[in-house]
């Protein structure tokens, strides 16, 4: 028996812009896949892969910036 799978892609990415608006961070980096490579058919749009990029790497190097300060010695 065949197995089909639906699958909507402009919804899929609609979710993940809407996911991006309220600062959800990894749809900052599967947006970033998307608009880089014209992943699913959609055209590559390097300023949008950009945009997101750069939310991305702010977002985790708060991150690890926050982790650096937390450590404590081990002694």
């Known amino acids: 028996e065949e197995l089909l799978i639906h699958t909507n892609y402009s919804k899929a990415v609609e979710i ?3 996911l991006a608006k309220q600062k959800y961070p990894p ?3 599967r947006l970033f ?3 880089e490579t014209g992943e699913f ?3 590559k749009d390097l300023k949008k892969s950009e945009e997101y990029k750069e939310k991305a790497q702010k977002y985790f190097s708060w991150i690890e910036k926050k982790a650096n300060e937390t450590k404590k ?3």
Do not use: N, R
Request: no cysteine; net charge neutral.
């Open 41 to 43: 058919g959609f055209a």
């Open 16 to 18: 993940y812009e809407k």
């Open 73 to 75: 010695p081990i002694f």
């Open 27 to 29: 749809s900052f980096i």
């Open 33 to 35: 896949q998307i608009f």
